[in-house]
């Protein structure tokens, strides 16, 4: 089955522990994404990456760091969380050679609780 | 700058009424525009979506029309289910070079009552 898998589903932490979320697809898309939801603000982009070892900043890139070291994994890394980066948090992927205007395709969402 | 701008939710209906859920967008270029759906618990599906204006998208008896003079695509259905209780985003992307951008709204969430 086509998927994007987060883990974990629900993290709860404290300020300053460093944290790592996973993402992983299997449909061998080129372009991956993070995005952290908030109420009233809807989806707002972290990071992307074009394809391996390519990656840049979206909207909302402090406090996070990427890395794409292979095609299907594209981890998001909090190295001192903060209390303001509690949020629910996305994963998405689409192709790009071939494929105009393709979707994005989301994971189920990680659900993030900084104390 | 790009941006999209959704109705404030939530929105409460009763099953089978109809559904209208705005949105309109201010776009640098022409964009391709998407709604998308999260159910409780779940990341985002594509609905539907249109790539130029006129286009029409349909999905699952939702429809939405790229309305380029009013800079709108309005998500409508005729006839409302529970089971489409949901949070709604509409998105815009580009084709080309801009096309790592995706635009959300910030979601309009639908309850359908039985």
């Known amino acids: 089955e086509a998927q994007v898998t987060q883990n974990p589903r629900y993290l709860i932490t404290v300020t300053g522990k460093k944290l790592t979320v996973t993402c992983s697809q299997n449909?061998?898309?080129?372009?991956m994404s993070w995005y952290r939801q908030d109420p009233g603000l809807g989806l707002r982009q972290i990071y992307y990456?074009?394809?391996?070892?390519?990656?840049d900043k979206g909207d909302v890139p402090e406090g996070y760091k990427v890395s794409r070291k292979e095609k299907r994994n594209f981890p998001l890394i909090l190295e001192s969380p903060s209390p303001n980066q509690t949020s629910l948090y996305f994963c998405a992927s689409r192709p790009i050679e071939g494929q105009p205007l393709s979707p994005l395709h989301f994971g189920n969402g990680t659900r993030l609780t900084v104390t | 700058g790009d941006s999209v701008t959704q109705m404030e939710g939530p929105v409460t209906l009763s099953e089978e009424a109809f559904l209208t859920i705005n949105c309109t967008y201010t776009a640098t270029g022409y964009p391709s525009l998407f709604w998308y759906v999260q159910y409780p618990g779940e990341g985002l599906q594509l609905l539907l979506k249109a790539t130029k204006a006129d286009d029409k998208g349909s999905n699952k008896g939702f429809e939405a029309t790229y309305r380029k003079e009013t800079t709108s695509f309005h998500l409508e259905k005729g006839s409302v289910q529970v089971s489409d209780s949901a949070v709604y985003f509409c998105a815009l992307t580009y084709e080309g070079y801009n096309f790592n951008k995706f635009y959300f709204g910030s979601g309009t969430k639908l309850n359908v009552k039985p």
């Open positions: 449909m061998n898309h080129e372009y």
């Open positions: 990456s074009m394809n391996v070892e390519v990656t």
